[in-house]
Protein backbone atom coordinates (compact mmCIF):
# COMPACT_ATOMS: atom_id res chain seq x y z
CA UNK A 1 0.00 0.00 0.00
CA UNK A 2 1.03 3.54 -0.50
CA UNK A 3 1.01 5.33 2.98
CA UNK A 4 1.69 8.75 4.05
CA UNK A 5 2.80 9.67 7.70
CA UNK A 6 2.35 13.07 8.79
CA UNK A 7 4.77 14.31 11.56
CA UNK A 8 7.99 12.79 11.38
CA UNK A 9 9.31 13.34 15.15
CA UNK A 10 10.01 10.33 17.78
CA UNK A 11 6.61 8.96 16.71
CA UNK A 12 6.35 9.29 13.20
CA UNK A 13 9.99 8.46 12.29
CA UNK A 14 9.64 4.96 13.68
CA UNK A 15 5.98 4.33 12.40
CA UNK A 16 7.41 5.93 8.93
CA UNK A 17 10.41 3.02 8.83
CA UNK A 18 8.37 0.76 10.64
CA UNK A 19 5.28 0.43 7.73
CA UNK A 20 7.74 0.19 5.32
CA UNK A 21 9.51 -2.40 6.87
CA UNK A 22 5.98 -4.02 6.57
CA UNK A 23 6.70 -3.91 2.80
CA UNK A 24 4.98 -0.46 2.23
CA UNK A 25 5.90 2.49 -0.13
CA UNK A 26 5.90 5.44 2.80
CA UNK A 27 6.40 9.47 2.41
CA UNK A 28 7.08 11.00 5.44
CA UNK A 29 6.07 14.50 5.79
CA UNK A 30 7.25 17.14 7.97
CA UNK A 31 7.50 21.34 8.18
CA UNK A 32 11.19 20.81 10.24
CA UNK A 33 13.93 21.23 7.13
CA UNK A 34 16.62 19.82 9.22
CA UNK A 35 14.62 16.94 10.62
CA UNK A 36 13.98 15.79 6.90
CA UNK A 37 17.24 16.19 6.03
CA UNK A 38 18.30 13.77 8.69
CA UNK A 39 16.10 11.70 8.13
CA UNK A 40 16.47 11.49 4.25
CA UNK A 41 20.05 10.63 4.87
CA UNK A 42 19.53 7.91 7.15
CA UNK A 43 20.18 9.47 10.28
CA UNK A 44 17.63 9.65 12.76
CA UNK A 45 17.39 12.99 14.43
CA UNK A 46 17.01 11.28 18.19
CA UNK A 47 18.37 8.12 19.40
CA UNK A 48 16.08 5.09 19.86
CA UNK A 49 17.91 1.62 19.29
CA UNK A 50 17.58 0.33 16.26
CA UNK A 51 15.98 3.02 14.21
CA UNK A 52 19.30 4.46 12.44
CA UNK A 53 19.81 1.00 11.22
CA UNK A 54 16.26 0.60 9.58
CA UNK A 55 16.17 3.66 8.40
CA UNK A 56 19.20 2.95 6.59
CA UNK A 57 17.42 -0.64 5.51
CA UNK A 58 14.21 0.73 4.54
CA UNK A 59 15.51 3.49 2.36
CA UNK A 60 17.71 1.35 0.29
CA UNK A 61 14.97 -0.35 -1.08
CA UNK A 62 13.01 2.64 -2.38
CA UNK A 63 10.08 2.42 -0.01
CA UNK A 64 10.81 5.26 2.01
CA UNK A 65 11.28 9.34 1.57
CA UNK A 66 10.47 12.40 3.49
CA UNK A 67 9.41 15.58 2.23
CA UNK A 68 8.34 18.98 3.39
CA UNK A 69 5.82 19.11 0.44
CA UNK A 70 2.54 17.89 2.00
CA UNK A 71 1.08 17.52 -1.72
CA UNK A 72 3.66 14.56 -1.56
CA UNK A 73 0.97 12.44 0.05
CA UNK A 74 -1.12 12.63 -3.28
CA UNK A 75 -1.61 9.24 -4.38
CA UNK A 76 -1.50 7.47 -0.43
CA UNK A 77 -4.50 5.92 0.59
CA UNK A 78 -3.69 5.54 4.48
CA UNK A 79 -2.95 8.95 6.29
CA UNK A 80 -1.15 8.34 9.51
CA UNK A 81 -1.60 11.82 12.29
CA UNK A 82 1.25 11.58 14.33
CA UNK A 83 2.15 15.13 15.36
CA UNK A 84 2.81 16.04 19.24
CA UNK A 85 0.47 16.96 21.49
CA UNK A 86 2.49 18.95 24.46
CA UNK A 87 1.28 20.55 27.26
CA UNK A 88 -0.32 23.57 26.86
CA UNK A 89 1.32 27.00 28.08
CA UNK A 90 0.65 27.45 31.72
CA UNK A 91 -2.23 25.26 31.51
CA UNK A 92 -2.84 21.23 32.21
CA UNK A 93 -4.70 21.18 29.23
CA UNK A 94 -3.23 19.37 25.54
CA UNK A 95 -1.98 21.58 22.74
CA UNK A 96 -3.46 20.21 19.81
CA UNK A 97 -2.23 23.38 17.02
CA UNK A 98 -0.15 20.47 15.50
CA UNK A 99 -2.87 18.35 15.29
CA UNK A 100 -5.32 20.67 14.00
CA UNK A 101 -2.55 22.16 11.20
CA UNK A 102 -1.97 18.52 10.16
CA UNK A 103 -5.24 17.71 9.17
CA UNK A 104 -6.35 20.86 8.03
CA UNK A 105 -3.02 20.85 5.94
CA UNK A 106 -3.99 17.08 4.66
CA UNK A 107 -7.55 18.10 3.29
CA UNK A 108 -6.73 19.40 0.20
CA UNK A 109 -5.06 16.23 -1.08
CA UNK A 110 -7.79 13.80 0.20
CA UNK A 111 -9.56 11.50 -2.40
CA UNK A 112 -12.92 9.07 -2.46
CA UNK A 113 -12.47 5.86 0.14
CA UNK A 114 -8.84 7.31 1.63
CA UNK A 115 -8.64 6.99 5.37
CA UNK A 116 -7.39 9.65 7.90
CA UNK A 117 -5.58 7.81 10.79
CA UNK A 118 -4.67 9.46 14.03
CA UNK A 119 -2.36 8.40 15.97
CA UNK A 120 -1.13 11.09 18.46
CA UNK A 121 -2.76 11.17 22.03
CA UNK A 122 -5.35 13.67 21.99
CA UNK A 123 -8.18 14.61 24.38
CA UNK A 124 -11.61 12.64 24.30
CA UNK A 125 -13.70 14.55 22.09
CA UNK A 126 -11.13 15.47 19.21
CA UNK A 127 -11.78 12.83 16.81
CA UNK A 128 -14.82 13.49 16.29
CA UNK A 129 -14.63 17.18 15.93
CA UNK A 130 -11.67 16.04 13.55
CA UNK A 131 -14.60 13.91 11.12
CA UNK A 132 -16.70 16.62 10.90
CA UNK A 133 -13.20 18.44 9.19
CA UNK A 134 -12.65 15.17 6.94
CA UNK A 135 -16.30 14.33 5.57
CA UNK A 136 -16.13 18.48 4.93
CA UNK A 137 -13.27 17.96 2.50
CA UNK A 138 -13.85 14.53 0.91
CA UNK A 139 -17.61 12.60 1.96
CA UNK A 140 -16.42 9.36 1.24
CA UNK A 141 -12.95 9.59 3.09
CA UNK A 142 -12.90 7.93 6.60
CA UNK A 143 -11.06 8.77 10.10
CA UNK A 144 -10.01 6.37 12.49
CA UNK A 145 -8.31 6.77 15.75
CA UNK A 146 -5.56 4.36 16.11
CA UNK A 147 -3.55 4.97 19.62
CA UNK A 148 -0.04 4.11 19.71
CA UNK A 149 1.57 2.25 22.41
CA UNK A 150 5.09 2.67 21.99
CA UNK A 151 7.85 2.55 25.04
CA UNK A 152 10.65 4.53 24.39
CA UNK A 153 13.96 2.55 24.10
CA UNK A 154 11.64 -0.12 22.75
CA UNK A 155 9.99 1.62 20.09
CA UNK A 156 11.08 -0.66 16.99
CA UNK A 157 9.73 -3.42 18.19
CA UNK A 158 6.73 -1.87 19.53
CA UNK A 159 5.24 -1.18 15.98
CA UNK A 160 6.40 -4.21 14.14
CA UNK A 161 5.04 -6.92 17.27
CA UNK A 162 2.71 -4.79 19.05
CA UNK A 163 0.63 -6.25 22.18
CA UNK A 164 -2.43 -4.88 20.64
CA UNK A 165 -4.03 -2.83 18.01
CA UNK A 166 -6.95 -0.56 18.72
CA UNK A 167 -9.20 0.69 15.92
CA UNK A 168 -11.70 3.46 16.76
CA UNK A 169 -14.29 4.08 13.97
CA UNK A 170 -17.26 5.92 14.00
CA UNK A 171 -20.08 3.26 14.41
CA UNK A 172 -18.21 0.98 16.55
CA UNK A 173 -18.43 -1.54 14.01
CA UNK A 174 -16.55 -4.55 12.76
CA UNK A 175 -18.40 -4.50 9.42
CA UNK A 176 -16.63 -0.28 9.18
CA UNK A 177 -14.55 -0.27 5.68
CA UNK A 178 -11.88 1.37 7.58
CA UNK A 179 -11.66 -1.69 9.94
CA UNK A 180 -10.97 -3.85 6.64
CA UNK A 181 -8.67 -0.62 5.12
CA UNK A 182 -6.70 -0.64 8.37
CA UNK A 183 -6.41 -4.45 8.61
CA UNK A 184 -4.41 -4.01 5.46
CA UNK A 185 -1.57 -1.93 6.73
CA UNK A 186 -1.00 -4.14 9.67
CA UNK A 187 -1.54 -7.79 7.76
CA UNK A 188 2.08 -8.97 8.67
CA UNK A 189 1.31 -8.17 12.41
CA UNK A 190 -2.10 -9.06 12.72
CA UNK A 191 -1.46 -12.76 11.07
CA UNK A 192 1.23 -13.21 13.54
CA UNK A 193 -1.40 -13.34 16.51
CA UNK A 194 -1.56 -9.54 17.35
CA UNK A 195 -5.08 -8.73 18.94
CA UNK A 196 -7.43 -6.10 17.28
CA UNK A 197 -9.88 -4.50 19.44
CA UNK A 198 -12.36 -2.04 16.97
CA UNK A 199 -14.26 0.60 19.62
CA UNK A 200 -15.92 3.71 19.12
CA UNK A 201 -14.06 7.31 18.52
CA UNK A 202 -14.00 8.17 22.14
CA UNK A 203 -13.24 4.76 23.51
CA UNK A 204 -10.32 4.62 21.33
CA UNK A 205 -9.30 8.27 22.55
CA UNK A 206 -8.91 7.22 26.25
CA UNK A 207 -7.34 3.66 25.19
CA UNK A 208 -3.99 5.70 26.22
CA UNK A 209 -4.71 8.39 28.90
CA UNK A 210 -6.11 5.91 30.34
CA UNK A 211 -3.26 3.07 30.58
CA UNK A 212 -0.77 5.79 30.81
CA UNK A 213 -2.77 6.92 34.25
CA UNK A 214 -3.19 3.76 35.41
CA UNK A 215 0.70 3.33 34.93
CA UNK A 216 1.31 6.28 36.67
CA UNK A 217 -0.78 5.64 39.34
CA UNK A 218 0.85 2.25 40.01
CA UNK A 219 4.20 4.06 39.95
CA UNK A 220 3.10 6.34 42.69
CA UNK A 221 1.68 4.17 44.67
CA UNK A 222 4.95 1.96 44.96
CA UNK A 223 7.24 5.70 45.65
CA UNK A 224 4.43 6.65 48.31
CA UNK A 225 4.70 3.25 50.16
CA UNK A 226 8.45 4.10 50.01
CA UNK A 227 7.98 7.28 52.08
CA UNK A 228 6.15 5.04 54.60
CA UNK A 229 8.94 2.43 54.17
CA UNK A 230 11.66 5.03 55.11
CA UNK A 231 9.43 6.28 58.03
CA UNK A 232 9.17 2.39 59.39
CA UNK A 233 12.51 1.14 58.28
CA UNK A 234 11.15 -1.37 56.20
CA UNK A 235 12.32 -2.59 52.37
CA UNK A 236 10.42 -1.07 49.65
CA UNK A 237 11.96 -3.76 47.33
CA UNK A 238 11.14 -6.73 49.25
CA UNK A 239 7.19 -5.36 49.90
CA UNK A 240 7.12 -4.60 46.07
CA UNK A 241 8.24 -8.54 45.34
CA UNK A 242 5.90 -9.44 47.94
CA UNK A 243 2.85 -7.65 46.55
CA UNK A 244 3.85 -8.45 43.07
CA UNK A 245 3.27 -11.60 43.56
CA UNK A 246 -0.09 -11.01 43.64
CA UNK A 247 -1.56 -12.07 39.77
CA UNK A 248 -4.14 -9.07 40.46
CA UNK A 249 -1.39 -6.62 41.15
CA UNK A 250 1.78 -7.88 39.28
CA UNK A 251 5.15 -7.02 39.54
CA UNK A 252 5.63 -4.71 37.00
CA UNK A 253 6.41 -0.80 37.79
CA UNK A 254 6.32 -0.99 40.96
CA UNK A 255 9.97 0.10 41.43
CA UNK A 256 10.45 3.07 43.60
CA UNK A 257 12.76 5.39 42.72
CA UNK A 258 12.88 9.31 41.85
CA UNK A 259 9.45 9.09 39.73
CA UNK A 260 8.07 9.02 36.05
CA UNK A 261 8.86 11.70 33.46
CA UNK A 262 9.36 11.82 29.75
CA UNK A 263 6.80 13.10 27.09
CA UNK A 264 3.81 11.24 27.61
CA UNK A 265 3.19 10.20 31.25
CA UNK A 266 3.43 14.02 32.80
CA UNK A 267 1.84 15.75 30.12
CA UNK A 268 -0.92 12.79 29.27
CA UNK A 269 -2.12 12.45 33.28
CA UNK A 270 -2.53 16.35 33.50
CA UNK A 271 -4.66 16.53 30.25
CA UNK A 272 -6.92 13.86 30.96
CA UNK A 273 -7.38 15.38 34.30
CA UNK A 274 -8.15 18.98 32.50
CA UNK A 275 -10.60 17.10 29.73
CA UNK A 276 -12.35 15.39 32.88
CA UNK A 277 -13.17 18.84 33.83
CA UNK A 278 -14.21 20.40 30.67
CA UNK A 279 -16.69 17.38 30.63
CA UNK A 280 -17.90 17.67 34.51
CA UNK A 281 -16.30 14.87 35.26
CA UNK A 282 -13.21 16.52 36.88
CA UNK A 283 -14.18 14.52 40.47
CA UNK A 284 -13.98 11.02 38.76
CA UNK A 285 -9.77 11.75 38.65
CA UNK A 286 -9.11 14.31 41.36
CA UNK A 287 -6.91 11.00 42.83
CA UNK A 288 -4.28 11.82 39.40
CA UNK A 289 -4.04 15.44 41.61
CA UNK A 290 -2.14 12.90 44.44
CA UNK A 291 -0.37 10.81 41.36
CA UNK A 292 1.20 14.03 40.05
CA UNK A 293 2.02 15.33 43.44
CA UNK A 294 3.93 11.99 44.66
CA UNK A 295 5.58 11.88 41.35
CA UNK A 296 6.96 15.69 41.83
CA UNK A 297 7.55 14.97 45.67
CA UNK A 298 10.22 12.18 44.35
CA UNK A 299 12.35 15.03 42.92
CA UNK A 300 12.41 17.01 46.92
CA UNK A 301 13.03 13.71 48.73
CA UNK A 302 16.41 13.07 46.32
CA UNK A 303 17.80 16.54 46.96
CA UNK A 304 17.17 16.09 50.52
CA UNK A 305 18.49 12.96 51.11
CA UNK A 306 21.52 14.43 48.85
CA UNK A 307 22.24 17.06 51.83
CA UNK A 308 21.74 14.37 54.49
CA UNK A 309 24.72 12.36 52.85
CA UNK A 310 26.97 15.35 52.20
CA UNK A 311 26.40 15.87 56.26
CA UNK A 312 23.55 18.31 56.54
CA UNK A 313 24.95 20.48 53.49
CA UNK A 314 25.14 21.26 49.99
CA UNK A 315 27.13 24.63 49.34
CA UNK A 316 30.48 23.49 47.71
CA UNK A 317 29.63 20.20 47.30
CA UNK A 318 31.07 18.29 44.59
CA UNK A 319 28.20 16.17 43.60
CA UNK A 320 27.96 13.61 40.38
CA UNK A 321 25.03 12.68 38.50
CA UNK A 322 24.38 9.72 36.51
CA UNK A 323 22.24 10.26 34.20
CA UNK A 324 20.35 13.08 32.31
CA UNK A 325 17.24 10.97 30.12
CA UNK A 326 14.22 10.50 31.95
CA UNK A 327 14.75 6.77 31.22
CA UNK A 328 17.98 4.88 29.77
CA UNK A 329 17.97 3.75 25.99
CA UNK A 330 16.86 7.49 25.34
CA UNK A 331 18.06 10.72 24.58
CA UNK A 332 14.42 12.79 26.02
CA UNK A 333 15.02 15.03 28.70
CA UNK A 334 11.36 16.03 28.54
CA UNK A 335 10.89 15.98 32.23
CA UNK A 336 13.21 14.38 33.23
CA UNK A 337 13.79 13.82 37.05
CA UNK A 338 17.37 13.29 37.01
CA UNK A 339 17.82 16.80 35.00
CA UNK A 340 15.36 18.57 37.63
CA UNK A 341 17.30 17.14 40.81
CA UNK A 342 20.47 18.03 38.95
CA UNK A 343 19.46 21.81 38.55
CA UNK A 344 17.48 22.03 42.28
CA UNK A 345 21.06 20.74 43.86
CA UNK A 346 22.67 23.70 41.88
CA UNK A 347 20.97 25.87 43.03
CA UNK A 348 21.37 24.98 46.38
CA UNK A 349 25.11 25.36 46.31
CA UNK A 350 26.00 22.20 44.94
CA UNK A 351 28.77 21.66 41.68
CA UNK A 352 26.93 19.32 39.92
CA UNK A 353 28.19 17.39 36.90
CA UNK A 354 26.26 15.44 34.81
CA UNK A 355 27.07 12.23 32.75
CA UNK A 356 24.77 10.36 29.94
CA UNK A 357 25.76 8.00 27.40
CA UNK A 358 22.74 9.53 24.93
CA UNK A 359 21.08 12.64 26.49
CA UNK A 360 24.16 15.11 27.14
CA UNK A 361 22.97 17.32 23.97
CA UNK A 362 19.46 17.88 24.52
CA UNK A 363 20.38 18.16 28.40
CA UNK A 364 22.52 21.24 27.73
CA UNK A 365 19.97 22.86 25.69
CA UNK A 366 17.40 22.15 28.51
CA UNK A 367 19.55 23.13 31.59
CA UNK A 368 22.87 25.10 30.12
CA UNK A 369 24.12 26.28 33.39
CA UNK A 370 25.21 22.33 34.53
CA UNK A 371 28.25 20.78 33.77
CA UNK A 372 28.33 18.04 31.64
CA UNK A 373 30.51 14.93 31.46
CA UNK A 374 30.32 12.37 28.71
CA UNK A 375 33.18 10.30 30.55
CA UNK A 376 31.65 8.44 33.49
CA UNK A 377 35.18 8.09 34.93
CA UNK A 378 36.04 11.76 34.42
CA UNK A 379 32.29 12.65 35.72
CA UNK A 380 33.20 10.84 38.79
CA UNK A 381 36.64 12.12 39.50
CA UNK A 382 36.91 13.87 42.84
CA UNK A 383 33.15 13.79 43.66
CA UNK A 384 31.53 14.04 47.01
CA UNK A 385 28.50 12.02 46.15
CA UNK A 386 27.37 10.06 43.51
CA UNK A 387 23.53 10.03 42.65
CA UNK A 388 22.28 7.39 40.49
CA UNK A 389 19.26 8.85 38.57
CA UNK A 390 18.73 7.03 35.19
CA UNK A 391 19.36 3.25 35.03
CA UNK A 392 22.04 2.81 32.50
CA UNK A 393 23.61 -0.30 32.39
CA UNK A 394 26.63 1.09 32.12
CA UNK A 395 26.12 2.77 35.66
CA UNK A 396 24.25 -0.54 36.69
CA UNK A 397 27.64 -2.00 36.40
CA UNK A 398 29.79 -0.11 37.93
CA UNK A 399 32.22 -1.65 40.33
CA UNK A 400 32.29 -0.29 44.01
CA UNK A 401 36.18 -0.61 44.59
CA UNK A 402 37.57 0.63 41.30
CA UNK A 403 35.01 3.92 41.34
CA UNK A 404 36.01 4.43 45.18
CA UNK A 405 39.78 5.41 43.89
CA UNK A 406 37.85 8.01 41.54
CA UNK A 407 36.06 10.11 44.35
CA UNK A 408 36.92 11.97 47.46
CA UNK A 409 34.34 10.63 49.51
CA UNK A 410 32.15 7.44 49.35
CA UNK A 411 29.12 8.30 49.21
CA UNK A 412 26.18 7.34 46.69
CA UNK A 413 22.06 7.58 46.50
CA UNK A 414 21.04 4.99 44.54
CA UNK A 415 17.98 7.06 43.23
CA UNK A 416 16.28 3.69 40.99
CA UNK A 417 16.97 0.71 43.90
CA UNK A 418 19.11 -0.95 41.35
CA UNK A 419 22.71 -1.40 43.04
CA UNK A 420 23.76 -4.03 45.20
CA UNK A 421 23.17 -2.45 48.68
CA UNK A 422 25.36 -4.94 50.25
CA UNK A 423 28.27 -4.96 47.73
CA UNK A 424 28.29 -1.11 47.99
CA UNK A 425 28.69 -1.16 51.66
CA UNK A 426 30.77 -3.74 51.86
CA UNK A 427 33.50 -1.47 49.53
CA UNK A 428 33.30 1.23 52.40
CA UNK A 429 30.76 3.00 50.97
CA UNK A 430 27.79 4.96 52.70
CA UNK A 431 24.77 3.78 51.06
CA UNK A 432 20.96 5.52 50.42
CA UNK A 433 18.41 3.92 48.43
CA UNK A 434 14.70 4.88 48.21
CA UNK A 435 12.68 3.60 50.69
CA UNK A 436 15.53 0.78 51.72
CA UNK A 437 16.86 0.54 55.33
Not at 49 to 69: I, W
Amino acid sequence: MRISVIGCGYLGAVHAACMAKLGHEVVGVDVDENKIKDLSAGHAPFFEPGLENLLKEVQATGRLSFTTDMAAVQGSSVHFVCVGTPQKKGENAADLTYVDAAVHALMPHLSSGDLVVGKSTVPVGTAARLTSIVHRACANAHLVWNPEFLREGHAVADTLQPDRFVYGVADGSEDNPAVKELDKVYEIPLSEGTPRLVTDLPTAELVKTAANSFLATKISFINAMAELCDAAGADVSLLADAIGMDDRIGRKFLNAGVGFGGGCLPKDIRAFMARAGELGADQALTFLREVDAINMRRRTRVVELTRDLCDGSLLGRRITVLGAAFKPQSDDVRDSPALSIAAQLQLQGAVVTVSDPEALENAARRFPELHYEKSTEVALDRADAILLLTEWPEYRDLDPYETANLVVDRKILDGRNVLDAKKWRAAGWTFRGLGRP
